[in-house]
């Protein structure tokens, strides 16, 4: 009844329950092993524990193995099974030996699933490079206007540029680039709104052609600046689209913008 109680306990866990000899060759598996990795009791009879592991991961197994025959118990460690039908799976777990007159005869593991928590944790860095690549793209993105807001703006203030044309060359120049810095900083309030859930989308009936005209004369002397013209070739069927007009002005200037930062002149 005991052995029946235990046999019960083992099967049904929702672990991965496995007891190995010191060659590798599976002596026991418990049910819920069978159904991650896929395969079947008759199977299981018939392989080795490098045949489950990634190849990348034999060698860190091995020296698993090799302290735990040395009569080390291991906690947390953590690898990489391969499931039948070629499937990943992150696992953590146990491992420890049993031992017969001092000497080590088998390996009893009991690992735990963390696929899912591994996939989280690589999403939460992605997610941190993305952040710390947006704000050192964003930190550059800032200066560019602001440059050339102050050196444009010091010139009319020490009354280097008499010319009422040229200073409202100058001034126009400014405007735009201040404009330009509204849409960045409007960029970072939208990345908050995203991360807090807070981000809205607030559709309209509206011609696509005038944004994009709006986008182009925008970014006409950036270009400019950079040996690039850009030509507009709209065909005058253009529908109308249901669209948000702020969320639809930042796609194509970002669009544009980095058609902008990446061609050649």
């Known amino acids: ?3 029946e109680r235990f046999r019960d306990l083992f099967e049904n866990a929702n672990d991965l329950m496995q007891n190995i000899d010191m060659e590798g060759r599976f002596l026991y598996v418990n049910r819920k092993w069978l159904e991650v990795l896929g395969y079947s009791k008759e199977e299981v009879v018939k392989l080795n524990l490098l045949d489950i592991i990634r ?3 034999v060698a860190h197994c091995m020296e698993c193995l090799e302290r735990v025959a040395s009569g080390e118990s291991l906690e947390k460690i953590e690898t990489v099974f391969v499931s039948k039908n070629g499937r990943e799976i992150f696992v953590e777990g146990n491992v420890n030996a049993k031992l017969e ?4 005869v088998s390996t009893r593991g009991t690992f735990r699933d963390i696929t899912e928590r ?3 944790e690589e999403a939460i860095r992605e997610l941190d490079r993305m952040k710390s690549e947006f704000i050192s793209d964003i930190s550059h993105e800032l200066r560019t206007p602001l440059h050339s807001i102050k050196g444009f703006g010091k010139l009319i203030l020490d009354g280097k540029v008499p010319d009422p044309n040229v200073q409202r060359e100058f001034l126009t120049i400014i405007e735009n680039q201040s404009n330009r810095l509204d ?14 859930g807070r981000f809205s989308i607030h559709k309209q009936r509206m011609s696509a052609v005038g944004t994009i005209h709006e986008t182009v004369e925008t970014l006409r002397g950036v270009a400019g600046g950079r040996g690039i013209t850009i030509k507009e070739d709209i065909p005058a069927t253009l529908p109308e689209v249901d669209a948000d007009k702020e969320r639809l002005e930042q796609v194509m200037f970002n669009l544009l913008g980095n058609a902008i930062k990446f061609s050649n002149d």
């Not at 007159?101 to 080590?104: I, Q, R």
């Not at 849409?183 to 807090?196: C, G, I, M, Q, T």
């Open 101 to 104: 007159d001092g000497k080590p």
């Open 55 to 57: 190849k990348d991961q």
């Open 183 to 196: 849409k960045l900083v409007s960029n970072l309030l939208d990345a908050s709104r995203l991360e807090s």
């Open 118 to 120: 591994k996939k989280a």
């Open 1 to 3: 009844e005991s052995e």
